[in-house]
T-cell receptor
Framework: DQQVKQNSPSLSVQEGRISILNCDYT??????FLWYKKYPAEGPTFLIS?????DKNEDGRFTVFLNKSAKHLSLHIVPSQPGDSAVYFC?????????????FGKGTHLIIQP | GAGVSQSPSNKVTEKGKDVELRCDPI?????LYWYRQSLGQGLEFLIY????????KSGLPSDRFSAERTGGSVSTLTIQRTQQEDSAVYLC????????????FGPGTRLTVL
């Protein structure tokens, strides 16, 4: 059973507009949330994270929002740029679990249209 | 190089053969992780090494999978008697350890079992 769900396999956004990627998780024990970005033939790279004590974290064009009651997080990219075209993975972690292996969603392929 | 490296980049094998995948983590990183990404799936955690502690093998899918980390550095993931469902991209990541330290991923090894 999937613990992390990214229900949109792909998303197309016009350059300059806002991209919103969504992620839902099932286990309320998860308390640390991350977004990774992946280009073809490369490993994922860390983008931004948020802990459960916050509901928003911003880094430049990237903002992550966390809604703990809904078990939902989202990544906003504004303005979207052509280099943002990639697969975005949501990942979650329970910090008290004794292991640091991340649980990932299946990813959303973001395509920025010129 | 400064990043995580993995070899080989591609491996094609016949069903029933054993394979070894290698990971060279970033120098000084005490934590090392193996993940795999099957077609259309998210990254699946396999195993985690932290320093000299016993590894967390909770993600290994069967006893055909094993991993070693020699001298706290290089790691080898071994898959015995490969099956077609083992076909995936195997990703290695390393970090300074601890929940909140970024995991840096290698480019992965694409394993194809015929």
């Amino acid at each position: 059973d999937q613990q992390v769900k990214q229900n949109s396999p792909s998303l197309s956004v016009q350059e300059g507009r806002i991209s919103i990627l969504n992620c839902d998780y099932t286990n309320s024990m998860f308390d640390y949330f991350l977004w990774y970005k992946k280009y073809p033939a490369e490993g994922p790279t860390f983008l931004i994270s948020i802990s459960s004590i916050k509901d928003k974290n911003e880094d430049g064009r990237f903002t992550v929002f966390l809604n703990k009651s809904a078990k939902h997080l989202s990544l906003h990219i504004v303005p979207s740029q052509p280099g943002d075209s990639a697969v975005y993975f949501c990942a979650v972690l329970y910090s008290g679990g004794g292991a640091d292996g991340l649980t990932f969603g299946k990813g959303t392929h973001l395509i920025i249209q010129p | 190089g400064a990043g995580v490296s993995q070899s080989p980049s591609n491996k094609v094998t016949e069903k029933g053969k054993d394979v070894e995948l290698r990971c060279d983590p970033i120098s000084g990183h005490t934590a090392l992780y193996w993940y795999r990404q099957s077609l259309g799936q998210g990254l699946e955690f396999l195993i985690y090494f932290q320093g000299n502690s016993a590894p967390d093998k909770s993600g290994l899918p069967s006893d055909r999978f094993s991993a070693e980390r020699t001298g706290g550095s290089v790691s080898t993931l071994t898959i015995q008697r490969t099956q077609q469902e083992d076909s995936a991209v195997y990703l290695c990541a390393s970090s300074l350890g601890g929940v909140y330290n970024e995991q840096f991923f290698g480019p992965g090894t694409r394993l194809t079992v015929l």
